[in-house]
């Protein structure tokens, strides 16, 4: 059985032999990649890639809701999402909400 540094040695060997044959496979395929984009006369946009410089997508822009319902203090709320506390305090008092639609 081989000791530990004699397996640490030929690691360091596999890993050298692994690297180096990963750039040259890395290298012929970027040969054989710019040679088919030669050929063919192919673009960046053609084959999916980002164009430097072009502009990206607008984000869709923000659109204030109305106000459905406001309080007696002043609070507004939309009428989307989880009622507010103070609207939620008023009707447990015994109010409706349509006292306070706008």
């Known amino acids: 059985m081989a000791s530990y540094k004699e397996l640490l040695a030929q690691r360091a060997l596999l890993e050298k ?6 750039q040259a496979e890395v290298s012929d395929a970027i040969a054989q990649a710019r040679k088919l984009i030669a050929e ?3 673009t960046a946009a053609d084959l999916g890639f980002k164009v430097a410089g072009a502009a990206a997508p607008a984000a869709r822009a923000k659109v204030a809701v109305a106000v459905k ?3 007696p203090s002043g609070e507004s709320w939309s009428g989307r999402g989880k009622a507010p506390n103070w609207l939620t305090s008023l009707e447990s008092d015994g109010r409706h909400r349509s006292e306070f639609l706008v």
């Open 17 to 22: 032999q692994i690297e180096e044959a990963r």
């Open 40 to 42: 063919h006369g192919l």
């Open 69 to 71: 319902y406001r309080g």
